[in-house]
């Protein structure tokens, strides 16, 4: 009686091996196909289906098979051998000498780190990084166990991890040009341009045409806010790449931060007329908040969404997008439509468990108390010079940094990733056993407080001009306001306050760059917005006076008094270029970038009322 096959992948490929080597070749095929329909991305699957094929005397799909394979694992060294054989058979000599290339850089692997590298692409990663820790504690590290741990935490999101391996692996071979590569791309990742701009700088003296590096250095340039450097180096790419959409998208987003919006414009156009499709072009206009779509490309919007074709990021970049022009259009229904399918497909792709950053806040509440505080009285760096803009996004904080960045005293920088990456480091070295994060900022002493503002003020200064005061603008440090008190207790911390309709509304029509994953759900942000509220009375609470509350709305109706609250808070004297903000053309980072070049109005405070009926689930979720 003939009984089912086993289900799980791997007793299935087991059982599709055992029948290869036993000639049962049909059956291992059919064995083999039924993996695919289940595993679709299982590299040593597509291996095991072309050996099958040279059985069966097949050359050309086992070598479709083996090429499959390699896409999917590039660690099979099995599948590399065979395709260097089969492309040397059929005369294709520089797909052979590729090939065989691959086979020699594996073969010099250790076959445990080789056997890691295609467990952990085949999707057992646990199995993996237990064969590499295992390698490393019996023969001590190797460039590429080091790499692929470093691969291993970037995936699970541990991106400080990731650097850490990477900086050991390129200490272990200070030549080995994919390591150090792959440093540079973790540390732009984690927003550390100027370490980022040192590796690449490495590479360039090496390779100093190599077209992916110059584009990393244009990156990191632009990431320090050093358009002059960056833009040129984007320029000379282009000219080899002229139909290079990713290039125009990032070339038009340097001109907009500069102030440089018509050129901005003809940059994004040029990436939709390279990339028909191209959805992150598209959001990009209509993130200026000023562009107005024509008929023409408001169709063209509409045909690219609905297009089977088109991708998941493209499709969602295109709904923010046709959300935004319905609205100018005062289109309200179906603009919501479009803003709430955006959400969705955005919100499909990510990770995001509100109650673990409300549980962290009960803890930071439990934690930081008066008497915490009064024991650290002083603690730190005696540096006055940041001003910390906190809140939700799309509270108004772009205008309040762009009113200080216009006084003579004052750098405004950008959303600086330096706390939240801070926190992360501290978390990643504390010993197995002991308090996590907020907790383990009990345990800190003077000593390492001083240091780590100290280290503060060190990391930012490649975002600075030198001036006595800088602004830090990055929305989220409202969370760990107990760790800048007790590193940076001069720091001014300016709180940016909004209606929470209109800001909860306005954070649900924005597509973000990165991080903000709260931001996706009605409900969500309404969670986000009353962790934010409670945590912020607790500061107040227990910090009196360190912390002025600005309302948007007030600073809209009743400008120059408010800015002179601001400036009188921060110690900064009164300047009337900080009336006239919109005169400044400083470099402005964010979604707010045009709207901060031009006057206030008042009429953009109740946009959110356009939508009313739709936003019952907000405002039930902020009432409960």
């Not at 803003?339 to 950053?357: C, D, F, I, V």
């Not at 360190?546 to 808070?569: A, G, H, M, N, W």
């Amino acid at each position: 009686m003939q009984t089912d096959l086993p289900e799980s992948r791997d007793a299935l490929y087991r059982l599709a091996v055992s029948q290869r080597r036993e000639q049962r070749v049909p059956e291992a095929l059919a064995t083999l196909q039924r993996i695919e329909s289940r595993y679709a991305t299982f590299g040593s699957l597509f291996e095991e289906v072309g050996l099958c094929l040279l059985l069966a005397n097949e050359p050309a799909k086992a070598l479709l098979a083996f090429a499959r394979a390699v896409e999917l694992n590039n660690c099979l060294l099995e599948s590399w051998r065979a395709l260097e054989q089969l492309h040397r058979a059929s005369g294709e000599l520089a797909q052979a000498h590729k090939a065989g290339a691959q086979v020699a850089v594996l073969s010099a692997l250790p076959r445990d780190i080789q056997l890691a590298c295609s467990r952990f692409f085949d999707g057992d990663a646990v199995v993996a990084e237990e064969l590499i820790r295992q390698y490393i504690a019996v023969h001590g590290e190797h460039v590429e166990a080091l790499r692929l741990l470093a691969k291993m935490a970037s995936d699970a999101g541990a991106e400080y991890d990731a650097e850490l391996m990477l900086q050991r692996a390129v200490a272990l071979a200070p030549d080995h040009e994919t390591a150090r590569h792959e440093l540079a791309l973790v540390l732009l990742s984690r927003q550390k341009h100027a370490a980022a701009g040192a590796q690449i700088t490495r590479l360039l003296a090496a390779f100093p045409d190599h077209p992916s590096y110059r584009r990393m250095r244009a990156e990191a340039a632009a990431g320090t806010g050093n358009y002059n450097e960056a833009l040129p180096l984007y320029g000379s790419l282009l000219q080899e790449n002229p139909q290079d959409p990713d290039l125009y998208l990032a070339i038009g987003n340097a001109l907009k931060t500069t102030g440089k919006t018509p050129e901005a414009i003809d940059s994004y156009h040029y990436a939709i007329a390279a990339q028909p499709e191209y959805g992150e072009a598209f959001w990009a206009l209509a993130n200026l908040k000023t562009y107005r779509f024509s008929d023409v490309e408001l169709t063209a919007m509409r045909q690219g969404e609905a297009s089977s074709n088109t991708t998941q990021v493209d499709r969602y970049h295109l709904c923010f997008a046709l959300g935004k022009a319905l609205e100018d259009r005062g289109r309200f229904q179906e603009s919501f439509e479009y803003y709430e399918r955006g959400n969705a497909l955005k919100r499909a792709t990510l990770h995001y468990r509100p109650g673990a950053l409300e549980q962290v806040a009960r803890r930071q509440t439990a934690m930081c108390t008066p008497d915490f505080f009064a024991a650290r009285r002083q603690w730190g760096s005696s540096s006055n010079a940041p001003i910390f803009i906190v809140g939700l996004p799309r509270s108004g904080s772009t205008l309040v940094e762009q009113i200080l960045g216009s006084h003579s005293q004052v750098d405004g920088t950008l959303e600086l990733a330096d706390i939240p990456r801070l926190v992360q480091e501290l978390q990643a070295n504390t010993p197995a056993g002991r308090p996590g994060y907020p907790e383990l900022l009990g345990s800190l002493s003077a000593d390492v407080c001083r240091q780590l503002g100290e280290k503060y003020l060190a990391d930012t200064a490649a975002y600075r001009t030198g001036k006595a005061r800088f602004t830090d603008k990055m929305p989220n440090n409202f969370r760990h306001i107990g760790l800048l008190q007790i590193i940076l207790p001069n720091a001014c911390i300016l709180d940016v306050r909004r209606d929470p309709m209109a800001c909860g509304f306005s954070i649900f029509k924005q597509l973000f760059a990165n991080g903000q994953r709260f931001a996706y759900s009605l409900e969500e942000i309404a969670r986000y917005y009353r962790m934010y509220v409670d945590l912020m009375a607790h500061w107040e609470r227990v910090l009196p006076g360190k912390i002025l509350r600005v309302q948007y709305e007030e600073l809209v109706s009743d400008l120059e008094p408010t800015v002179r609250r601001i400036l009188d808070f921060c110690g900064l004297g009164f300047e009337s270029g900080c009336v006239e903000f919109h005169r400044s053309r400083r470099a402005v980072h964010t979604p707010s970038s045009e709207q901060v070049h031009q006057p206030l109005y008042k009429e953009g405070l109740d946009q959110w009322r356009n939508y009313e009926r739709w936003l019952a689930p907000l405002r039930r979720a902020l009432n409960s």
